[in-house]
């Protein structure tokens, strides 16, 4: 079945540096998603990606879509101590099934 | 945010036990969803219900039995758990795709 591969795992960074986390599918998606999981809590919807090679920003968050519609990326720029969660991305199988990557753990040193 | 609660928020319970966890979306949507998330897999699908039909069973063992009686009820039975079945067990909800995740049943198996 379809797999959706996230790196890295983990990631530690000072506050005020950038983060990126990658995405990649073994096919072809529809479109893409990104959730947030702060700790403790649980996934929230962030975006939504669609069309190939597009790019949607968020304040300081930058996601793209590939142009073969397989991987999107993640970035954070500057980052800040609201920051610190898990990003997971999900591709899209079908209108009711999505297939989540392993997510991001992101920590903050502020 | 309370579109989609969970009941109970934490839950212990013994290998010989029988329990129910309880999920209900308040946001019209037609299609509801399981998920495990433990250290080892961070959101591992379990089931998918669409217009309360079993639509995906993701080689559950039997003793999870999960049964949708109307579109904005989801339960999950549990009888015979074993320690390895602690986690975190997530319900969802969706119209077109994004998912809304309740806050969760922590559960551990003794």
């Known amino acids: 079945g379809q797999q959706v591969m996230q790196i890295p795992q983990y990631q530690h960074v000072q506050e005020g540096e950038d983060f990126t986390t990658y995405c990649n599918s073994s096919?072809?998606?529809?479109?893409i998603q990104w959730y947030k999981q702060r700790p403790g809590g649980h996934p929230v919807f962030l975006i939504q990606?669609?069309?190939?090679?597009e790019v949607k920003k968020q304040k300081r968050l930058t996601f793209q879509f590939g142009e073969a519609k397989k991987n999107s990326s993640l970035h954070i720029t500057a980052t800040q101590t609201t920051d610190v969660g898990t990003y997971f991305c999900?591709?899209?199988?079908?209108?009711?099934?999505?297939?989540f990557g392993q997510g991001t753990r992101l920590t903050i040193n502020p | 945010e309370t579109g989609v609660t969970q009941t109970p928020r934490h839950l212990v319970m013994g290998m010989t036990n029988k329990k129910s966890l309880k999920c209900e979306q308040h946001?019209?949507?037609?299609?509801m969803y399981w998920y495990k998330q433990s250290a080892k897999k961070p959101l591992e699908l379990m089931f998918v219900?669409?217009?309360?039909?079993?639509?995906e069973n993701n080689s559950v063992p039997s003793r999870f039995s999960p049964e949708c009686p109307n579109s904005s009820h989801l339960f999950l039975h549990l009888h015979t758990l074993q320690p390895e079945d602690s986690a975190l067990y997530l319900c969802?909800?969706?119209?077109?795709?994004?998912?809304?995740f309740g806050p969760g049943t922590r559960l551990t198996v003794l």
């Open positions: 990606l669609v069309k190939s090679g």
């Open positions: 946001l019209g949507h037609n299609a």
């Open positions: 969802a909800s969706s119209q077109a795709g994004t998912q809304y």
């Open positions: 999900a591709g899209n199988q079908g209108a009711q099934k999505l297939v």
């Open positions: 219900y669409s217009l309360e039909e079993r639509v």
């Open positions: 096919t072809t998606l529809s479109n």
